[in-house]
């Protein structure tokens, strides 16, 4: 592990980013003078905490309304020696360099498990919103530009041996989730249950749909939709999923409290969702929880 660069004055931001690269270069001082000590030698990853690292957009597939799965590249001559690596329920930053008349800023979103993915690569889910400024960059990209990502950030790590986790995700707040869920599936010795309970509109706005629908394959894995908006076709429900047709409120939280002796809660979503299962959780069970 190499020794970090105390960044530059001018890759702050001012965003108020979280975490703040400088934050991130104590940190990351603190890994290396241990790293020293105990003779390791990680591998390399595209990726920096420290610095934003050139990524080219290779691929876009819509994924559901307004809502796109990109896919980008690491770009150097010596990109065959270096891969992503993250931790699922981590999240990356990426930063829209400024034009004379504007100012940088940036984003978060997570990165998601995708199939056939080289290693040098990583796909985020991004839904586009109309008056969102790093949206409008977005809607502006094309295949082969360039963008500046840094990270991964993020501090959850992933508890093999507990018994069930119940999961709670609002939108997008999927992705997070989604990554979670796939790698403790991908463990052949672990028999944690898993529920996830997924917010949205309407069918149209069920985000990475098939991707969590192929998951009832999986004895210790199952879902449940609860869809806000009027006037549903219930046709359009798959075989196995467990539609309701209405908010998610508290009574339904209490009623899925007791369903199972929850080793743990995650939850991703917008602020106010977020904040308001977890007030209902802590009102009424002592269990951990965990928000993205």
Not at 13 to 19: L, Q, R, T, W, Y
Not at 28 to 36: C, G, N, R, V
Not at 79 to 94: A, M, T
Not at 248 to 260: M, R, T
Request: contains cysteine; aromatic residues 12%; hydrophobic residues 35%.
């Amino acid at each position: 592990m190499e020794c970090p660069e105390y960044p530059d004055e001018s890759e702050c931001c001012n965003s108020g980013c979280n975490p703040c690269i400088f934050d991130v270069y104590v940190a990351q001082l603190e890994k290396y003078k241990k790293s020293q000590l105990e003779g390791s030698t990680p591998k390399e990853n595209c990726l920096k905490e420290l610095k934003y690292v050139p990524f080219k957009l290779i691929n876009i597939i819509n994924d559901s309304l307004r809502t796109n799965i990109y896919i980008f590249e690491y770009i150097s001559e010596f990109s065959s020696d270096k891969q992503v690596f993250y931790e699922p329920g981590q999240h990356l930053l990426i930063k829209k360099q400024s034009n004379v008349d504007q100012s940088d800023f940036t984003r978060a979103y997570t990165p998601i498990p995708w199939e056939n993915l080289a290693g040098n690569q990583f796909a985020v889910l991004i839904k586009l919103y109309d008056d969102g400024d790093m949206s409008q960059c977005i809607k502006r990209l094309k295949i082969g530009d360039e963008t500046i990502w840094r990270g991964p950030y993020g501090d959850y790590t992933i508890d093999y041996t507990l018994n069930c986790i119940l999961m709670i995700a609002q939108g997008t707040g999927i992705a997070p989730l989604l990554a979670i869920i796939k790698k403790v599936l991908e463990n052949d010795e672990c028999e944690t249950r898993m529920k996830l309970i997924y917010c949205c509109r309407d069918f149209e706005q069920i985000h990475l749909r098939n991707e969590v629908y192929k998951l009832l394959d999986y004895w210790n894995f199952k879902y449940e939709l609860f869809l806000s908006a009027s006037g549903l076709d219930l046709d359009e429900i798959k075989y196995g999923e467990v539609v309701n047709a209405k908010k998610l409120e508290e009574n339904d939280l209490k009623s899925i409290l007791e369903q199972e002796n929850w080793s743990q809660v995650l939850i991703c979503g917008n602020e106010k969702f977020s904040k308001s299962i977890k007030d209902v959780i802590q009102q009424n069970s002592t269990v951990f929880v965990h928000t993205f």
